[in-house]
């Protein structure tokens, strides 16, 4: 934690994020706050004592700014907070500081995105894709790209499309029977409605899901959204419908969520890339902390499997999306 030292009686102060507060009865019958508090150097469990109605009761997924004593009990670090406060806009607080946040900055990832989206020659395709960034791209500068798996950190919707829209670029190099501009379309498209499927936190990161997200979900917002911007744009039909397949098919399977399974080349090989690039994350993350030599927790979203960190490369979280070498 990075609570700084501010007198000679071992009293620290900072800012830090609540990973959880509940109200808890003492055996006195007194009430206190049992609070998780952490930033991105770690996590300490803290106690509010004596806490009373009309104090302020920070909200989870919120930053506070805390006041306390650090200790230990049964030998775990424990931080009683004397104050505990909101934050202010004179705190100038940096989000990324306390929640995992993508590497590269989002207003980065929306200006590529949409400088290639210009280079397009299929104007139908430039129209419809440069007007829904333009409706929802402000959404996906923090929306994550998941409640809890893959990409599941602020900014993560932006770094999971690119990185896609990367790995179309080389696809398309290699394979030329593949519609680059469709292929990369989709890719841009597949999952922009997940800024509408999630409730977001103060933190950028996903609460939990919307009503129109559980009851209708992004596959079917995306394309009905597609539908509706092409026929603002006066933009062909059939290409709409192309894109509109992409995206209800890109889960590849019905069980996976698919309405239908991929059923032309572009549509596949989208949902083949989003697969490796959602498993790519998860693996990476799996290794965090392990060990050269050592195998992760089990990782039940990848078939319950553990894996194993052969140290011949750092296991890092990361993804060289802004290389200028791509086209």
Known sequence: MNLKEIDRNGTVEGFVLVKSCDKKTSKNGSTYLDMTLCDKSGEVNAKLWDFRDGMFLPAINTIVKVRGALSTYNGVPQLRVDRVRQIWDSDNVNMSDFVPTADLDPDRMLDILEDLVTSFTDEDLKKIVLEILDRYGERMLVCPAAFRLHHAIRGGLLMHTLSIVRLCQRVSDIYPSIDRELLIAGAILHDVCKT??????????????????????????????????????????NTAMLLEHMIISHHGEPEFGAAVRPL????????????????????????????????????WALNDRKFYNHGRKPTEITADIDDPSFE
């Open 264 to 299: 032309f080349l572009e549509a596949e090989v989208l949902s083949e890339l989003d697969t490796l690039d959602a498993r790519i994350f998860e693996i990476e993350k799996s290794l965090q902390d392990v060990p050269a030599g050592g195998f992760s927790q089990r990782q």
């Open 196 to 237: 509408e499927e999630f409730e977001l936190s103060p933190t950028g990161l996903a609460d939990g899901y919307s009503v129109q997200g559980t009851l209708i979900g992004h596959l079917v917002m995306g394309a009905q959204l597609v539908r509706e911007v092409a026929a603002d744009v006066d933009a062909d039909p």
